[in-house]
């Protein structure tokens, strides 16, 4: 751990010249003994505006307020912020694994302590474990680990489970396995959804592959519908956009691509009048150049993931890294190496956009997917006091979880 000395500029999207100098390491957990708090000074990226040299008061785990730091009341306890960039926590809505575990594989309630240890290290607060087609007993595994998860931690950062499959396209399965892709099955999805009230958040599905039947049945219990590892026309995935699909899962990855002729499930939602999309930013997925052309039709309504996986030598799905991405064992790009602050960073460097755009298709704008917008995504006053702190080299020196700090 190092000690930061900060001067703030003005000159470019990071705007914290930190100075490092060695000091003692402080506890990696540094939670007041008091509910209410100030962490101070920082540059906020609130999610509407950049504020350097300010403050936040955090009381009983939300932000009580946003003020200059000279504006701080005398007798509040504060926490050194040391000048680093505040963002509200990351948010990653489509993840398998980390740190050497791999949820698709282990669907269990040690292997969801682990990610979101990982995770929170990372600057990413909130996630939604991912499930691959897979098999059904691993489908309903996944499920009843996220549910007894949060029973054991209510307070957790996991926001449930996102099924990707089974009900997909094999034309566009990707690294799926083939033998576990069906078609969908109103009594599965019964016995999903009541494998625990609000688990299941996110479903890809291929829309042409959808009935009536299941669309509603998930649209009646609030589960997010994503089109994805579809063939879909442009005419299948318009009218899916406008029956109930609000997403589009890892816009341009096995998916119809968007032609002259037919302008497939790509061109239906750049069409779309609110349909969102995730990307996954790492320049393997899909080039840097069609994140930013994606980006001018899309404006708020694309936001990050990192489809991250983890090495795997056992169970349906085996993945080995190579160099910064993983591959299946028969070399099919499966999933990337990145985290959301990489995501970020990629998106300011690679394709071009402000710093505090990047922070929101990180932070607000996957939380609007899952209609959280008005408790994640944003530093104002009542939201929940879940924090990124990084510095100008773009590593996570700190986080904030509900209330608590944890230096790393």
Same mark, same amino acid.
């Given at each position: 751990?190092?000690?930061?000395?900060?001067?703030?500029?003005?000159?470019s999207?990071i705007?914290?010249?930190?100075?490092l100098?060695?000091?003692?390491?402080?506890?990696a957990?540094?939670?007041?003994q008091?509910?209410?708090y100030?962490?101070?000074p920082?540059?906020?990226?609130?999610g509407?505006?950049?504020?350097?040299?300010?403050a936040?008061?955090i009381?009983?785990?939300?932000?009580?307020?946003v003020? #200059?730091?000279?504006e701080? =009341?005398?007798? !509040?306890?504060?926490?050194? %912020?040391? *000048?680093?960039?505040?963002?509200? +926590?990351?948010?990653?809505l489509?993840v398998?694994?980390?740190?050497?575990?791999?949820?698709?594989?282990?669907?269990?309630?040690?292997?969801?302590?682990?990610?979101?240890?990982?995770?929170?290290?990372?600057g990413?607060?909130?996630?939604?474990?991912?499930?691959?087609?897979?098999?059904?007993?691993?489908?309903?595994a996944?499920?009843d680990a996220?549910?007894?998860?949060?029973e054991?931690?209510?307070?957790?950062?996991?926001?449930?489970?996102?099924?990707?499959?089974p009900?997909?396209?094999?034309?566009?399965?990707?690294?799926?396995?083939?033998?576990?892709i069906k078609q969908?099955?109103?009594?599965?999805?019964r016995?999903?959804?009541?494998?625990?009230?609000g688990?299941?958040r996110?479903m890809t599905?291929? #829309?042409?592959?959808a009935? =009536?039947e299941? !669309?509603?049945?998930?649209? %009646?219990? *609030?589960v997010?519908?994503?089109? +994805?590892?579809s063939?879909?026309?442009?005419?299948?995935?318009r009218?899916?956009?406008?029956?109930?699909?609000?997403?589009?899962?890892?816009?341009f990855?096995?998916?119809?691509a968007l032609?002259?002729?037919?302008?497939?499930?790509?061109?239906?939602?750049?069409?779309a009048?609110?349909?969102?999309?995730?990307i996954?930013?790492?320049?393997?997925?899909?080039?840097?150049?069609?994140?930013?052309?994606?980006?001018?039709?899309?404006?708020?309504?694309?936001?990050?993931?990192?489809?991250?996986?983890?090495?795997?030598?056992?169970g349906a799905y085996?993945?080995?890294?190579?160099?910064?991405r993983?591959?299946?064992a028969?070399?099919?790009?499966?999933g990337?190496?990145?985290?959301?602050?990489?995501?970020?960073?990629?998106?300011?460097?690679?394709?071009?956009?402000?710093?505090?755009?990047g922070?929101?298709?990180?932070?607000?704008?996957?939380?609007?997917?899952?209609?959280l917008?008005?408790?994640?995504?944003?530093?104002?006053?009542g939201?929940?006091?879940?924090?990124?702190?990084f510095?100008?080299?773009?590593?996570?020196q700190?986080?904030?979880?509900?209330?608590?700090?944890?230096?790393?």
């Amino acid at each position: 751990m190092r000690k930061v000395r900060c001067s703030v500029m003005a000159k470019s999207d990071i705007a914290v010249n930190l100075q490092l100098t060695s000091y003692e390491q402080p506890p990696a957990r540094a939670t007041p003994q008091f509910m209410r708090y100030a962490l101070t000074p920082a540059l906020l990226h609130t999610g509407t505006a950049t504020l350097p040299e300010h403050a936040m008061l955090i009381k009983d785990q939300r932000i009580e307020a946003v003020l #200059p730091a000279t504006e701080l =009341p005398a007798d !509040v306890p504060r926490i050194n %912020a040391h *000048g680093l960039h505040v963002a509200p +926590g990351l948010i990653d809505l489509q993840v398998y694994g980390g740190g050497g575990v791999l949820f698709s594989t282990h669907p269990t309630v040690a292997t969801l302590a682990r990610m979101q240890d990982v995770f929170r290290a990372q600057g990413t607060t909130h996630f939604v474990a991912t499930m691959p087609t897979n098999s059904p007993a691993l489908t309903r595994a996944a499920l009843d680990a996220a549910q007894a998860f949060r029973e054991q931690q209510p307070d957790s950062g996991l926001l449930g489970v996102h099924l990707e499959g089974p009900y997909i396209n094999p034309e566009k399965k990707g690294a799926h396995r083939s033998e576990f892709i069906k078609q969908p099955n109103v009594a599965e999805l019964r016995e999903w959804l009541a494998a625990g009230q609000g688990v299941l958040r996110m479903m890809t599905l291929a #829309p042409e592959m959808a009935t =009536p039947e299941a !669309v509603a049945l998930l649209q %009646a219990a *609030g589960v997010v519908l994503s089109a +994805g590892h579809s063939n879909a026309t442009y005419a299948q995935g318009r009218a899916a956009f406008e029956q109930g699909f609000a997403a589009a899962t890892h816009l341009f990855n096995a998916m119809s691509a968007l032609t002259g002729r037919e302008p497939g499930l790509v061109g239906a939602v750049y069409d779309a009048a609110a349909a969102q999309a995730s990307i996954i930013a790492d320049g393997i997925h899909c080039d840097f150049a069609s994140v930013r052309i994606s980006h001018k039709l899309l404006r708020e309504r694309l936001f990050l993931i990192t489809d991250a996986v983890e090495e795997s030598p056992e169970g349906a799905y085996q993945f080995r890294r190579a160099a910064d991405r993983f591959v299946d064992a028969g070399g099919t790009l499966a999933g990337s190496a990145l985290t959301m602050l990489e995501a970020v960073r990629n998106c300011v460097q690679h394709v071009g956009l402000p710093l505090d755009e990047g922070l929101r298709m990180a932070t607000l704008y996957p939380a609007r997917v899952l209609g959280l917008a008005q408790q994640l995504g944003r530093l104002a006053p009542g939201y929940e006091a879940s924090l990124c702190l990084f510095d100008d080299a773009w590593h996570v020196q700190g986080t904030v979880f509900r209330g608590e700090v944890q230096w790393h």
